[in-house]
């Protein structure tokens, strides 16, 4: 019988089908994927499928679930390895830039979450919402430390550049984006 569990005790369906669904979900959009093909792709049968996700909902919240987890991860990283406030808020700068040019080149997957569930009580909502506050708060936390005049004027307008830079990124082209993102993004960190 084949191992279905990884040594950190997840299970290894459940990660295929989590793992394939993020990447059709940000490359296709939410809707546009269905059950069947998900299943088909990770290579999992309906029943593992709905034994892990009681329904497509609960997937979509995993995979918002596992986008906040890689900035939170992100985040953490970058205060391990740097102690400088100001130096921090540089290095989230540039890494959120990074992430546009790298990882995020189709948009904002909370947008994305967002704009395909227009309720705003949905679970899906919810915990996009959730990451929202959350990273709000962090940088607002991070620019304080840095010693910023106003952290949450300036932690809003960041989350607002790291939107428009998202969008744009896909839209316009990053090479073109990037300039005006990272000009905008520091002037709105050292005021």
């Known amino acids: 019988m084949a191992k279905r569990t990884a040594p950190d005790g997840t299970s290894i369906p459940r990660e295929r089908l989590l793992q394939t669904a993020s990447g059709l979900f940000y490359q296709e959009g939410i809707h546009a994927v269905g059950v069947d093909r998900i299943v088909d792709e990770a290579g999992v049968t309906r029943a593992t499928f709905y034994r892990h996700f009681p329904s497509k909902e609960d997937l979509v919240e995993a995979y918002i679930d596992g986008e906040d987890a890689g900035i939170r991860g992100a985040l953490a990283g970058a205060e391990a390895a740097i102690e400088d406030p100001k130096q921090l808020v540089e290095a989230v700068i540039e890494g959120l830039a990074d992430d546009v040019a790298r990882h995020h080149t189709r948009g904002c997957p909370?947008?994305?979450?967002?704009?395909?569930?227009?309720?705003a009580a949905s679970g899906v909502r919810r915990a996009?919402?959730?990451?929202?506050?959350?990273?709000?708060?962090?940088?607002?936390?991070?620019?304080a430390a840095a010693g910023s005049s106003d952290p949450e004027g300036a932690a809003a307008e960041l989350v607002l550049l790291r939107d428009a830079a998202m969008v744009g990124g896909y839209l316009d082209g990053w090479e073109r984006v990037l300039p005006a993102f990272i000009a905008a993004a520091r002037a709105?960190?050292?005021r």
């Open 128 to 143: 996009v919402q959730e990451h929202r506050t959350w990273f709000r708060a962090e940088l607002e936390r991070l620019l």
């Open 110 to 119: 909370f947008i994305n979450a967002a704009a395909e569930y227009p309720d």
């Open 188 to 190: 709105a960190a050292t």
